[in-house]
């Protein structure tokens, strides 16, 4: 049997067509809409963990530590595993100015590694012989010049478990990076410091009739009294990008 549709009929079934897909449209739509949700953002940062061995200082470190000599090794009595000698700790060697001798892990003064950016600081002259006390030889010591701490940025003590790459050492690895320019190209920046001290700010306590007796007549291992002073003057700029 066949069915005649009618003009009429077609019209109808076309606009509830039209209207079952449009509300099919709309309920996807609003599934959709339901269904998106917005989370809101996470920052990540990551911070590296600390290396077994390894202790580095920041400038902050190196401006807030009280250093009379203003050097490395002087700073470094913060760290508890750097050893100095019972001299470099006597109340009569405090008017010292040159830098102390130090040891790492039991090794010898003249057996860690000194870099400052990357380039050895190791006295190759007669490292061993700290001693000033002699008419025979110039006492040196186990680097090659003073640094200055005003000077440095961040300062890395490797005294465990450092890599083979260093090289130069049985001990322990001293390596001092100074400050990079942080201004605009063309402008400069700096700062002026001044240290002082003097024996009359410090109390001795000897400890025998002996060590009281060496203090009556001062020598250059013995210093009584004192005054020491320090000036220094940073200035830092950019030439170029390069």
Same mark, same amino acid.
């Given at each position: 049997m066949r069915f005649a549709y009618s003009p009429l009929s077609i019209a109808v079934l076309t606009a509830l067509s039209t209207s079952s897909f449009a509300e099919e449209s709309n309920y996807q739509e609003s599934i959709l809409k339901e269904a998106t949700v917005k989370f809101s953002t996470i920052i990540i940062e990551a911070q590296q963990a600390n290396e077994v061995g390894k202790t580095v200082y920041s400038k902050e470190d190196l401006e807030s530590t009280p250093n009379s000599s203003k050097n490395i090794t002087d700073f470094l009595k913060v760290n508890p595993n750097v050893q100095f000698s019972q001299s470099q700790l006597a109340a009569g060697s405090q008017g010292e100015i040159k830098p102390a001798e130090i040891s790492i892990n039991g090794a010898q003064t003249f057996q !860690? !590694?000194? /870099?400052v950016n990357g380039v050895s600081n190791n006295l190759l002259i007669n490292p061993a012989n700290s001693n000033t006390n002699t008419f025979q030889d110039i006492g040196t010591g186990a680097q090659a010049m003073a640094v200055n701490t005003d000077l440095l940025c961040e300062l890395e003590v490797l005294d465990s478990n450092v890599s083979a790459a260093y090289g130069q050492f049985t001990g322990g690895v001293v390596n001092a990076k100074t400050c990079a320019?942080?201004?605009? /190209?063309?402008?400069?920046h700096g700062s002026i410091n001044y240290d002082y001290t003097e024996s009359d700010w410090a109390r001795y306590n000897s400890i025998s009739p002996l060590e009281e007796s060496k203090f009556e007549e001062p020598t250059d291992d013995y210093q009584k009294e004192y005054t020491k002073q320090g000036l220094s003057t940073n200035i830092y700029g950019k030439l170029s990008n390069d």
């Open positions: !860690n !590694n000194f /870099i320019p942080q201004t605009e /190209i063309g402008k400069i």
